[in-house]
């Protein structure tokens, strides 16, 4: 069986996966910056990062094996406007991810300035709720 049981929960799917994987990243951030950083040093919280990376992975190659290989799912080729559309989709999606990479370099910067430490300003900036704590500490 695959992870999408039809079709038509696929977009479910990878939007349910893509959340969880928003929340590890924000969770991960402030691990590092407020926690992993600060209290083991950087050379026992990379250790302690790696590792728990690597048994994610191995969830992931675990769980990948256990659905084994899928059937691709098939629809008729798309039209002259459906291809128009995906381009300027992907475009769109593109012009977006510049301009929150740049929001996120210029706050962070910002951040760095108020309150001292870019590796908290960056740590925060994932997760505006640390942020929010470590301005009052």
């Avoid at 012009?95 to 740590?123: D, H, N, R």
């Amino acid at each position: 069986s695959s992870f999408a049981r039809s079709p038509r929960r696929l977009g479910f799917t990878v939007g349910l996966f893509y959340g969880l994987n928003t929340a590890g990243a924000m969770v991960g951030a402030v691990c590092a910056g407020f926690v992993l950083l600060p209290l083991l040093g950087a050379e026992i919280g990379s250790a302690i990062a790696i590792s728990l990376q690597m048994v994610v992975g191995g969830i992931g190659l675990f769980a990948a094996v256990q659905v084994g290989p899928q059937e691709p799912l098939t629809r008729a080729p798309p039209t002259t406007g459906e291809q128009g559309g995906a381009v300027a989709i992907l475009g769109v999606a593109a012009l977006a991810s510049l301009a929150a990479m740049v929001v996120q370099v210029t706050w962070t910067t910002m951040v760095a300035g108020w309150i001292g430490s870019s590796t908290a300003a960056f740590s925060g900036v994932q997760s505006p709720g640390a942020l929010v704590q470590k301005s009052q500490e």
